[in-house]
């Protein structure tokens, strides 16, 4: 008779309130889910931002370079545009400096409006 609550004393309704607290997990779970979503996908977009910054600076410095070692500005523009990528824009402006600008429509950022990434060099060409 006295051995029929030994081991089992403190449990009762344990069970139970675990499956609750499991269930409180996976609702908080569900609910902050689509904003790690949406923030894993803004920082993506800042990424892909920072890097087509990057793409479009290499693209100007390059084609400046070309300028600079006497390349025309078709040539300019030509090397500006294979670095920069399909949909650049590029600009040059020969003178006593050749200054090469370049614009790169942002892919993922760009969805709220034009935004673009530029960048611009200028070099001395040489005699």
């Known amino acids: 008779m006295g ?6 004393r403190g449990t009762w309704g344990t069970a139970d309130r675990g499956t609750r607290q499991r269930g409180s997990v996976t609702a908080e779970f569900a609910l902050a889910l ?5 923030l894993l996908v803004f920082a993506l ?4 931002g920072g890097v087509t910054q990057a793409r479009a600076a290499d693209a100007a410095r390059a084609g400046a370079r070309a300028a ?8 300019v523009r030509a090397v500006a545009e294979q ?3 399909s949909g ?8 006593e400096f050749v200054v090469v600008h370049v614009a790169v429509p942002l892919p993922l950022l760009g969805r709220w409006g034009a935004i673009e990434a530029r960048g611009e060099a ?3 060409p040489e005699p």
């Open 3 to 8: 051995h029929r609550g030994v081991g089992v």
């Open 34 to 38: 689509p904003a790690v979503v949406l």
């Open 45 to 48: 977009a800042l990424l892909s």
């Open 68 to 75: 600079a070692i006497g390349a025309s500005p078709h040539e």
């Open 83 to 85: 670095l920069a990528g």
């Open 88 to 95: 650049a824009r590029v600009g040059v402006e020969m003178g």
């Open 122 to 124: 200028t070099a001395v």
